[in-house]
């Protein structure tokens, strides 16, 4: 009995499968509304109750159309018009990138706003999730959301980072603020955290009801790579990541400079998701004089390898001596989805193994029923930054 | 002969209409190179020095894929490996939306940046201009674009308005500065002017090279309706345009609030595009104690009409007494591209025409060779700032 429970429970985990990708019309309720990251009077792309996103595009000479979400392409139909519709099966709560596929050719969806992720613009859908007041649009006092430009000489190019201050910030024109380094992930850019990240109606929300302190964050960009002495430097010498140093030596300052922060390391926390986790936790270890906060969200910088880390050699010795560690970081913090896919869960395992063996203090925070998406992060955030700047060494 | 001439003329003119959608491809210069408001990486679409386009896309399965620009389709043709390519036929100077068709779906594409305008967003084109050097990127110092979300009660929504603040606001924390009001046009939003609009890559530059006084820049959305008494409220009722009230005692009391700007009407321009500058002329001249510099760039408040303003009737009057506004007035400036269609040309001209019958002191600027589009506008903003703000009554 229990053996035939786990192949139901299979099917039912397969059935996001390839092999099923078309949905079985009966089973649909149809109480679909348009996603609330639509473009302004565009209907569809649509949502259901049970979490499924039913697109729609005229395409009347096309042979084959295709709604293609969390990597399943389903199939879509023509009506007499010449107009297609189709229905994915149920998704996770939150955002996901999505796109269609017409004749052969994958295209973002003129319903939708665009986000940049996956290594594109392109579309986006916001399944409505049991949580979702804590990054929802409220009437509070807003803060600000800056795009700031500025010329790094290290990558000898015009680069941006999107500056979050909060409301009181334009007000209270002679306090200083800490600040908050905040990273995207993999394929993604400076402009995810304040888009589908909601990282300012989160601090907004967090702020006006008094649960975080009123921050600064700053959004760069972490792909930075060292230009090229001469053009005929080969492509290898060109992809150098220079982010640590860009953010150390460029970012930091011009930001102190251009912003009323706390300039010091008790002040200033950093923390990124996936990717930027990797890279937040080498620049928060090479630089414990600048920062004293931590937040990895889904990302450990073990990735992707879920050995046993060696201790004397993981990041040059970095996380040997736990005691003085717990002296100087006031927050080590990591976060994870109940649904994330390998490597993940036991790579992130891992490190806590070697965190507890270390005795290092950390806090650890499971997302629940999310994947290596952005609901797992804008939670993460939420809990994050409720701690930051609150203790004193 | 002459009418020989003519007639040559003409076909040229005409090879720009949907029969001549076939472009000769001996006729075409191979120096192509990406657009300049591509995707990050991306190789395509891609412009030449004829000033053609020539767009690409993978859609092995598609009967029929066109790239649609400037009104016109030009058929596009599929290679072994099922990649799309075509051009068009040269296209004006400066920003252009386009999109493509891909067995009748108009689609985003998936190579270019996107922007909103025409009532979507999509995709976009930059076809060099021989004096792009006024709103290109340059190592100068950079202002700041902030997003500010606010809630208004008058519509009650919450609505959007970005704002430039220069380089010098956040270093100079004592020093108060002027504001200028800008308004995108039809079917545009808020977006557009710090986009595509390169508003502050133009102030930057003018900033930097002291020919514009430094100086905030407000652009919010023109489209503002009345939030409707109750739900039975008739469709008719909740399209009442709120825009001046919104502006007038919502965005500018929240912006001298929110901001250090000098909240009076010697330092408060108003000016707008299209659309805009058609509703700004309107807010100006209800509100001369709101307001002493104005600028309509393609549009003027007698749109879309080509007749003789009566001017005891026109905008009830506000335009009787010229002698009185040429007191209250600092600048009033209009703009037009050369190229623009009916009935700008005529209807500016009519306008013109009943400010110089007025004696109405004005200032009129042609943008060469550019029609209903960006380029134009950018040309008007960047003549039309450098002159405010430095007079006085």
């Known amino acids: 009995m229990k053996q035939y ?19 079985n019309p009966t089973s649909i309720i149809e109480d679909f509304k348009p996603s609330s990251v639509n473009q302004p009077q565009k209907l569809f792309p649509k949502v259901n109750s049970q979490r499924r996103v039913r697109a729609s595009i005229a395409a009347p000479d096309a042979k084959k159309v295709q709604l293609d979400i969390g990597g399943i392409k389903y199939d879509m139909k023509k009506d007499e018009n010449g107009v297609w519709m189709g229905e994915s099966n149920p998704q996770d709560e939150g955002f996901h990138y999505y796109q269609l596929n017409i004749d052969g050719a994958s295209v973002p969806d003129p319903g939708s706003l665009y986000f940049y992720g996956a290594g594109r613009w392109g579309s986006g859908i916001e399944i409505p999730s049991g949580d979702q007041d804590f990054f929802a649009l409220k009437n509070v006092p807003h803060g600000l959301v800056s795009e700031n430009i500025y010329f790094s000489k290290l990558t000898n190019s015009f680069r941006r980072c999107f500056v979050y201050t909060p409301n ?112 937040t936790m080498r620049i928060m270890m090479n630089h414990l004089d600048t920062f004293s906060y931590y937040g990895g969200f889904s990302g450990t ?15 040059d010795g970095k996380f040997k001596d736990g005691t003085a560690l717990n002296k100087q970081i006031k927050l080590f913090w990591l976060g994870l989805g109940t649904k994330e896919p390998v490597p993940f869960p036991k790579s992130i395992g891992a490190f806590r193994k070697m965190l507890e063996q270390q005795r290092i203090k950390y806090e650890y925070y ?3 029923e999310t994947a290596h998406e952005w609901l797992t992060w804008r939670r993460c955030l939420h809990q994050f930054v409720a701690k930051l700047f609150k203790s004193t060494i």
């Open 5 to 23: 429970l786990i192949v139901i429970l299979w099917m039912l985990i397969l059935s996001g499968g390839e092999g099923f990708a078309q949905t």
């Open 301 to 315: 910088a073990n990735y992707p390898s879920s050995e046993v880390i060696d201790v004397s050699s993981f990041l």
């Open 168 to 279: 009181e910030y334009n007000e209270n024109t002679k306090t200083r603020y800490p600040v908050l380094y905040l990273q995207h992930g993999s394929l993604e850019d400076e402009t995810g955290w304040s888009s589908q990240g909601k990282a300012n109606l989160i601090l907004d929300n967090l702020i006006a009801s008094k649960q975080a302190v009123p921050m600064i964050i700053v959004m760069d960009n972490g792909y930075a790579y060292k230009a090229p002495n001469n053009e005929a430097a080969d492509n290898n010498k060109q992809q150098e990541s220079v982010f640590e140093d860009v953010l150390i030596t460029e970012v930091i300052p011009m930001i102190d400079a251009k912003f009323r922060t706390i300039p010091k390391r008790e002040s200033r926390a950093i923390a990124g998701l996936s990717m930027g986790a990797n890279q």
């Open 366 to 368: 499971e997302s629940p």
